[in-house]
């Protein structure tokens, strides 16, 4: 299947640092894609990068960013921001302070509708509190004369995501959306995402760091660490055989259905170290982190290169079987 957004060796780079570097990656038409690591990957910076919506400190150095034919980073301004909302989309970290204090929740989504579909005041609040129905807030005609501090978290993130879709964007970027969300409301909000991907005809770029969330609702996995992908697999696959150290270590940190039954036995395992400086130029980031690096780990970064099918892996250390396709010792019991 084509690809609806495809990112070609993207490149972000602010005065005297490059947090990500040669970022590839696609998302088809109706799929999700979730893009997982450590705080400091990179994740949110590239979601910001694909909206154009960067830091003005820093810049896009280099890459592409296809989306129906169209590359966003040598759009206009002017252009991008009619694409912005129509689309694509995001549903930033923090609902709480995105949502504006002083202005009441239909102020915030009928001012969407009027810039991007030129509707009417009367048919923008009609919109509005459908929009408000489609996310599944009880008596969403009251809601828009809301102001966001009489709202739940869980209620502004669903705010958030009526405000994303109001226009019908083809790429909808939830960045980290169930953040500071108690367990039962993330399922809620995850199950919302999924529920408006397929009754939208949406595709969905899933940034979190947590990959407990990815095992159900995405189709693919990409991993970044220290701005750059260094695994790339259907989920199914990646928990059963993580290929790069990193995607190991990361599932090996996460706790588990046995470790909850046997806590008094089980220890998480920790990553040492601290994540790379995004001022590192040569070698492979996670080298010092690592506990199968060689010396030459050190020296270059590891090509990316497919592992059997739809499968990527950018590791010097562990190279494919010829049979299976995987590392022999790559197994992790979930």
């Given at each position: 299947m084509a690809a609806l957004l495809d990112v070609r060796d993207l490149t972000i780079a602010f005065p005297n640092a490059t947090p990500v570097r040669n970022l590839s990656f696609s998302v088809a038409p109706a799929e999700t894609l979730a893009i997982v690591g450590e705080s400091?990957?990179?994740?949110?910076?590239?979601?910001?990068?694909?909206?154009?919506?960067?830091?003005?400190?820093?810049?896009?150095?280099?890459?592409?960013?296809?989306?129906?034919?169209?590359?966003?980073?040598?759009?206009?301004?002017?252009?991008?921001?009619?694409?912005?909302?129509?689309?694509?989309?995001?549903?930033?970290?923090?609902?709480?302070?995105?949502?504006?204090?002083?202005?009441?929740?239909?102020?915030q989504i009928t001012e969407v509708l009027h810039v991007h579909r030129d509707l009417s005041k009367a048919q923008a609040r009609r919109e509005a509190a459908e929009l408000l129905d489609l996310v599944r807030i009880p008596n969403p005609e009251r809601c828009l004369d809301d102001y966001p501090h009489r709202l739940s978290g869980g209620m502004r993130q669903r705010v958030m995501i009526a405000i994303a879709v109001a226009c019908r964007p083809r790429i909808l970027i939830a960045d980290e959306p169930t953040t500071a969300l108690d367990v039962t409301i993330q399922a809620q909000v995850l199950?919302?995402?999924?529920?408006?991907?397929?009754?939208?005809?949406?595709?969905?770029?899933?940034?979190?760091?947590?990959?407990g969330?990815?095992?159900?609702?995405?189709?693919?996995?990409?991993?970044?660490?220290?701005?750059?992908?260094v695994e790339e697999a259907p989920p199914d696959a990646l928990f059963a055989h993580p290929l790069h150290p990193y995607t190991r270590g990361l599932l090996a940190a996460s706790p588990r259905l046995h470790d909850e039954l046997h806590y008094h036995k089980a220890r998480l395992s920790e990553i040492p170290g601290n994540i790379a400086s995004?001022?590192?130029?040569?070698?492979?980031?996670?080298?010092?982190?690592?506990?199968?690096?060689?010396?030459?780990?050190?020296?270059?970064?590891?090509?990316?290169?497919?592992?059997?099918?739809?499968?990527?892996?950018?590791c010097h250390v562990h190279p494919a079987d010829q049979t299976t396709g995987l590392p022999h010792d790559a197994a992790v019991s979930l």
């Open positions: 400091g990957s990179g994740k949110s910076l590239t979601a910001l990068a694909l909206m154009r919506l960067l830091p003005k400190t820093a810049r896009i150095a280099s890459g592409q960013v296809q989306l129906g034919g169209n590359d966003l980073i040598a759009l206009p301004e002017v252009e991008m921001r009619r694409r912005r909302g129509r689309d694509v989309a995001m549903i930033f970290q923090e609902p709480m302070t995105s949502l504006n204090p002083v202005l009441t929740i239909g102020c199950e919302l995402l999924d529920r408006l991907r397929r009754e939208l005809s949406l595709s969905l770029l899933l940034i979190t760091h947590d990959l969330l990815v095992g159900q609702w995405a189709d693919r996995v990409l991993v970044m660490y220290a701005g750059r992908k995004a001022l590192a130029e040569i070698g492979c980031p996670f080298a010092s982190r690592c506990p199968d690096r060689r010396a030459f780990c050190r020296e270059q970064f590891p090509d990316e290169r497919a592992i059997g099918t739809g499968r990527r892996v950018a």
